[in-house]
């Protein structure tokens, strides 16, 4: 069955940073565009960042943008998560996902995504 497993998750003060890792099972993973989505205590989950099956296209959520860097290996089957300058609000339980019908353009409405992951949890210090 297909499995999606985060890993890297942790505790980290303001500024620091922090590498998510996704390694996906059970599936052709180059088939797959992969996201990363991330829910706080008492709010709905959230789009943080999606890649293309391909890796050529990108997409972030604007309170990601420039600080986080998604990226994939396709002989490894595995997606990444790169953290830098984190804040306070970015304190959540990180998700990956796996979107079998994104072909030229990610996509980042949650619903679209077949496979998720159990989640890792980030905890940002001020």
């Known amino acids: 069955q297909v499995q999606l497993v985060e890993s890297g998750g942790g505790l980290v003060q303001t500024g620091g940073s922090m590498r998510l890792s996704c390694a996906a099972s059970g599936l052709t993973f180059s088939s797959y565009g992969m996201g990363w989505f991330r829910q706080a205590p008492g709010k709905e989950r959230e789009f943080v960042a999606a890649v293309t099956r391909s890796g050529g296209r990108i997409i972030y959520a604007d309170s990601v943008k420039g600080r986080f860097t998604i990226s994939r290996d396709n002989a490894k089957n595995m997606v990444y998560l790169q953290m830098n300058n984190l804040k306070p609000e970015d304190t959540a339980v990180y998700y990956c996902?796996?979107?079998?019908?994104?072909?030229?353009?990610?996509?980042?409405?949650?619903?679209?995504?077949?496979?998720w992951g159990q989640g890792t949890q980030v905890t940002v210090s001020s």
């Open positions: 996902a796996a979107d079998e019908n994104s072909w030229i353009i990610p996509r980042s409405d949650g619903k679209t995504y077949e496979y």
